[in-house]
C-alpha cells in the first residue's frame, strides 16, 4: 500500500504545482486624504501587509534538481512540507522496520550498537547536510538554521513530549519503590503509579548528558564574546564529537558483552548470599560471634554436615547438593555453572575439592565482604546480626536492576527463512536511505521558501514540524512498546530514547560542526545550543540517579517542550541573541 500512496502523492503533488492561479487584493490606503479604494494601490511596500500572497504566479523560484516542483506562496509551500515531510517519515519507517528485521537475525552486538543508532539519526543527519550545502556560503548560512532547529527539536521533542508519553501509556502501580510488571489498578494516580527501569538505563541517561560536551565548547567563544577563536573552537568541537561518536559505538557493540558479565556476577552474589543465609539458619544465629567475627568453630561443624560421606573435603556434587537444597526461587541460574565459581573462590589448592581449611577461609571471606556490604548491626530483640539478610537483599534488588538476560542475546535462534529476512532487511533499508538521501534537500528548500513567504524563521519550521517527520516512526514505535507495561520493555524503551539523543547529539552535530567548519560559516546558535544543554542535562540528570518514575514526573517532560520555545523565541527575537 505505501508505494501506491508515494504514487497519488506524486500525482496531486505535480497537478497542484502546476495549476495556474492568481490574486488580486486589497491593501492599505495610498494616503491618508483617500476616502475610498478600488482595490488596487500603487504603494509599493504596503504598510499593513507583510506576508506574501496564498497564490501568485508572477514570482519564479528554482526547482530542485531541476524538476521537482517548486512554489513561492504559502499554501504551495506548505503542500510541499507536508509531502517532503511524509517522504521523510516514509524513510524512517523504512530504516527502522529494515533495523529491527536485521537485528532478529544478527542481534544486538555490531547491528543493534552500531548500525541501529547510525541509521536512526539518518534522516536527521542528511537534512542537516543538504542544508549546509546548498548554493553559495550566504545561502548556506541562511539555511543552516534548518538544520539547528531540526537538531534541536529532534532532542527536545524526544525527551518532553515522546518521554512524558511513555510514562503515562506505560505506568503501572508502583509497590516498594518498583512499578509491578503490568498491574494497573490505580488509574492516573500521581505518586504510585508510574515505570521502572534497570540500571543500564541509567547509564544510558548519563552518556546522553556527557553527549553534550561538544556544544559546550564550541559556546565558549561566544560566551567570552571572542571573534578570533569562533573558527578553532569549532575545530576541537568537531574533533571531540567525533570521537565521541566513535566511543559510543564501541561501548553500544561490547555492551552486550558487558551486560552478560555483570549479570553473571550478580548471579554469583546472590549465590554468595544465599548459601551465607543457609548457613546461619543451620547455625541457629551463631554464624557469628558476639563482636560480629566470623565463629570458626561452628563454621568447622557446617563443614561436618555438608561433608556427607565423611572424607574430610568437598566435591562438586556435594556442593551442588548443597546448592540445589537452599532453593534459590528468586532468579534462575545453571547450577553447575554456580558450583564452578563457588569452587574457584574456595579451591585455593586446585585440587578440584574443598578442604576443611579452604571452606573456613572461603565462608570467612565471603562474610567479610557482606559486612562490607550490608553493615554489621544486630537485630532489634534478637541479639543476632543483620547484614547477611541485608547483603541478600541488595544482591537482589542489584540483580533486578541489571534486568533480563533476554536483552544481551548475541544471537536470535530458532528465526525462520534467514536468508528472506535479511534480504527484507538489506532492501528496506537501502530504500530508506535512498528516499532520506533524496527529499532531504526538496524539504530543506521548501521550508526555507516557506519562511520566506510567511516571515516565519525558519528555525521554528524546523523546530516544531521536522521532527514530527523524522522522529515520528521512532516515537510512535516508543509509545506503542511502552503499553507493554513490563520493566523490561520500559528499559528498552527509554534507552532507546536516549540513544536515539545521543546519537543526535553526537553524530547530527558532528556533521554540523564540520559543515561549518568546511565551508566557514559563522556559528550563531547560542539560544539554541542553551535549550539542548537545558533539556539534555535537566532530564539525563534525572533519569541517570533513579530507575522509578512516578507519573507526576512526566510534567516535568511536558513542561519542558513550551518552556524551550518561548525560550529561543525570547533570546533570539526579543533580547538578540547568536
Given at each position: ?31 491618508p ?12 511596500n ?31 509551500n ?13 524513510a ?46 550566504e ?21 518532553t ?12 502501580d ?14 492516573f ?12 538505563t ?35 568541537a ?7 561518536l566513535?566511543?559510543y ?6 555492551q552486550?558483552?558487558?551486560?552478560r ?8 552474589k ?15 544465629g ?5 563482636d ?37 526461587e528468586e532468579?534462575?541460574?545453571d ?24 571452606f573456613?577461609?572461603?565462608i ?48 536470535v ?12 532487511a ?20 521548501a ?11 525558519s528555525f ?7 521532527p ?41 552535530l ?26 539534555c ?15 507526576w ?26
Amino acid at each position: 500500500m505505501a508505494p501506491q500512496r508515494l504514487l497519488l502523492l506524486f500525482i496531486f503533488l505535480f497537478y497542484f504545482s502546476s495549476f495556474p492561479s492568481t490574486a488580486r487584493f486589497i491593501t492599505g490606503p495610498s494616503s491618508p486624504t483617500d476616502l475610498v479604494s478600488d482595490g488596487i494601490s500603487t504603494v509599493k511596500n504596503p504598510p499593513f501587509l507583510s506576508l506574501k500572497p496564498l497564490f501568485s504566479a508572477e514570482e519564479s523560484c528554482e526547482q530542485t534538481y531541476g524538476f521537482l516542483p517548486c512554489t513561492t506562496t504559502v499554501l504551495g509551500n506548505l503542500f510541499l512540507i507536508i509531502v517532503y515531510g511524509y517522504l521523510m517519515f516514509l524513510a524512517a519507517t523504512y530504516l527502522s522496520n529494515g533495523s529491527e528485521l536485521l537485528l532478529e537475525i544478527l542481534g544486538p552486538g555490531i547491528v543493534g550498537g552500531l548500525f541501529l543508532p547510525i541509521l536512526g539519526a539518518l534522516p536527521d543527519a542528511m537534512l542537516i547536510l543538504v542544508s549546509g550545502l546548498s548554493g553559495t556560503a550566504e545561502t548556506a548560512q541562511d539555511q543552516v538554521s534548518v538544520g539547528m532547529g531540526l537538531l534541536a527539536g529532534s532532542t527536545v521533542m524526544l525527551l518532553t513530549v515522546i518521554w512524558g508519553s511513555c510514562v503515562v501509556v506505560g505506568r503501572c502501580d508502583i509497590r516498594d519503590s518498583v512499578a509491578v510488571d503490568g498491574t494497573i489498578t490505580k488509574g492516573f494516580h500521581l505518586t504510585e503509579t508510574g515505570v521502572s527501569t534497570d540500571i543500564w538505563t541509567c547509564y544510558a541517561a548519563s552518556i546522553m548528558a556527557i553527549s553534550v560536551i561538544p556544544f559546550v565548547i564550541v559556546q565558549v567563544p561566544q560566551v567570552l564574546n571572542s571573534t578570533s577563536g569562533r573558527h578553532l573552537a569549532v575545530l576541537i568541537a568537531l574533533i571531540i564529537s567525533v570521537s565521541m561518536l566513535v566511543s559510543y559505538c564501541v561501548y553500544q557493540v561490547f555492551q552486550p558483552w558487558i551486560q552478560r558479565r555483570r549479570l553473571a556476577f550478580a548471579k554469583h552474589k546472590h549465590v554468595i548470599s544465599g548459601i551465607l543465609r543457609h548457613l546461619k539458619k543451620q547455625a541457629f544465629g551463631k554464624l557469628l560471634t558476639e563482636d560480629g567475627e566470623p565463629n570458626t568453630e561452628i563454621i568447622r561443624k557446617l563443614f561436618e554436615t555438608i561433608d556427607e560421606n565423611r572424607d574430610g573435603h568437598l566435591s562438586p556434587s556435594e556442593l551442588k547438593a548443597l546448592i540445589i537444597g537452599i532453593r534459590f526461587e528468586e532468579i534462575d541460574f545453571d547450577k553447575d555453572d554456580a558450583v564452578m565459581k563457588v569452587m574457584a573462590d574456595f579451591d585455593t589448592s586446585l585440587d578440584s575439592y574443598i578442604q576443611e581449611e579452604e571452606f573456613v577461609k572461603g565462608i570467612t571471606k565471603w562474610i567479610n565482604e557482606a559486612k562490607q556490604t550490608g553493615g554489621a548491626y544486630l537485630e532489634p530483640n534478637a541479639g543476632t546480626f543483620k547484614f547477611i539478610d541485608q547483603f541478600h537483599q541488595q544482591t537482589k534488588r542489584e540483580h533486578a536492576l541489571l534486568g533480563s538476560e533476554e536483552q544481551s542475546d548475541e544471537v536470535v535462534e530458532h528465526v525462520e527463512n534467514p536468508r528472506w529476512i535479511s534480504f527484507k532487511a538489506v532492501l528496506m533499508l537501502l530504500v530508506g536511505t535512498l528516499i532520506a538521501a533524496a527529499f532531504a534537500d526538496p524539504l530543506v528548500d521548501a521550508v526555507d521558501n516557506f519562511s520566506t513567504a510567511t516571515s516565519i524563521p525558519s528555525f521554528f519550521i524546523s523546530f516544531i514540524a521536522l521532527p514530527l517527520a523524522t522522529n515520528s516512526s521512532e516515537a510512535v514505535s516508543a509509545i506503542i512498546f511502552a503499553t507493554r507495561k513490563k520493566q523490561r520493555t520500559a528499559s528498552l524503551t527509554f534507552s532507546e530514547l536516549y540513544g536515539a539523543v545521543t546519537m543526535n547529539n553526537v553524530l547530527c552535530l558532528s556533521v554540523f560542526l564540520a559543515l561549518v567548519y568546511v565551508r566557514g560559516l559563522t556559528w550563531d546558535f547560542s539560544s539554541e545550543v542553551l535549550v539542548i544543554l537545558i533539556v539534555c542535562i535537566v532530564m539525563g540528570a534525572f533519569a541517570s540517579f533513579r530507575t522509578t518514575f512516578p507519573l507526576w514526573t512526566c510534567s516535568i517532560a511536558y513542561i519542558l517542550y513550551p518552556f524551550s520555545l518561548a525560550l529561543v523565541y525570547v533570546l533570539d527575537y526579543v533580547f538578540g541573541w547568536s
